[in-house]
T-cell receptor, first 110, second 112 residues
Framework: NAGVTQTPKFRILKIGQSMTLQCTQD?????MYWYRQDPGMGLKLIYYSVGAGITDKGEVPNGYNVSRSTTEDFPLRLELAAPSQTSVYFC?????????FGPGTRLTVL | GQQLNQSPQSMFIQEGEDVSMNCTSS?????WLWYKQDPGEGPVLLIA?????ELTSNGRLTAQFGITRKDSFLNISASIPSDVGIYFCAGYETDSWGKLQFGAGTQVVVTP
């Protein structure tokens, strides 16, 4: 039971490049979330999903897209990377009020 | 959006001392969660609180859901070196399900 897994762990992008951050969970939770964490700050919600086929914007969705075709997977897409998207990205799952986090992806945009 | 005010921002304590931190909001919350984050890792849930006045322990950690529903407290007793890390409060405003809000964190450093 791996919980929440994220790939890659680290990535460096050039401005304007695109990439997909992968998130997979084996906890059979309906709810999944993407957060970003900037230095010295708490986590901010980018997008979330209450089940397969359903997604909604969080606090900071601009520049990102998500999809949820299965219960297990919730990829986060950056289409045109910008330096402001340099951050650590965390995926989380939840059932009820509690959320459980993956190990994170550290992304640098140069 | 709503900001959670978490304090203190950092604490430098000696092993064996007790630690207290708190989190306040300007609106009513119906759930408070406390997480710990180690360097290079994701946050790990420590304690969840669901009712005003609730007091819950997890080993040496004790957290309380404030009576006003606008604050929460976390205490760590008899700190040890592995308590080092960043502690985050988080919570849900009433009628804001799915949108967990986080404080900025309290960095705890424990010296021998």
């Amino acid at each position: 039971n791996a919980g929440v897994t994220q790939t890659p762990k680290f990535r460096i992008l050039k401005i304007g490049q695109s990439m997909t951050l992968q998130c997979t969970q084996d906890m059979n939770h309906n709810y999944m979330y993407w957060y970003r964490q900037d230095p010295g700050m708490g986590l901010k919600l980018i997008y979330y999903s209450v089940g397969a086929g359903i997604t909604d914007k969080g606090e900071v969705p601009n520049g990102y897209n998500v999809s949820r075709s299965t219960t297990e997977d919730f990829p986060l897409r950056l289409e045109l990377a910008a330096p402001s998207q340099t951050s650590v990205y965390f995926c989380a799952t939840g059932q009820g009020n509690e959320q459980f986090f993956g190990p994170g992806t550290r992304l640098t945009v140069l | 959006g709503q900001q959670l005010n978490q304090s203190p921002q950092s604490m430098f304590i000696q092993e064996g001392e007790d630690v207290s931190m708190n989190c306040t909001s300007s609106s009513i919350f119906n759930t408070w969660l406390w997480y710990k984050q180690d360097p290079g890792e994701g946050p790990v849930l420590l304690i969840a609180l669901y009712k005003a006045g609730e007091l819950t322990s997890n080993g040496r950690l004790t957290a309380q859901f404030g009576i006003t529903r606008k604050d929460s407290f976390l205490n760590i007793s008899a700190s040890i070196p592995s308590d080092v890390g960043i502690y985050f409060c988080a919570g849900y405003e009433t009628d804001s399900w799915g949108k967990l809000q986080f404080g900025a964190g309290t960095q705890v450093v424990v010296t021998p």
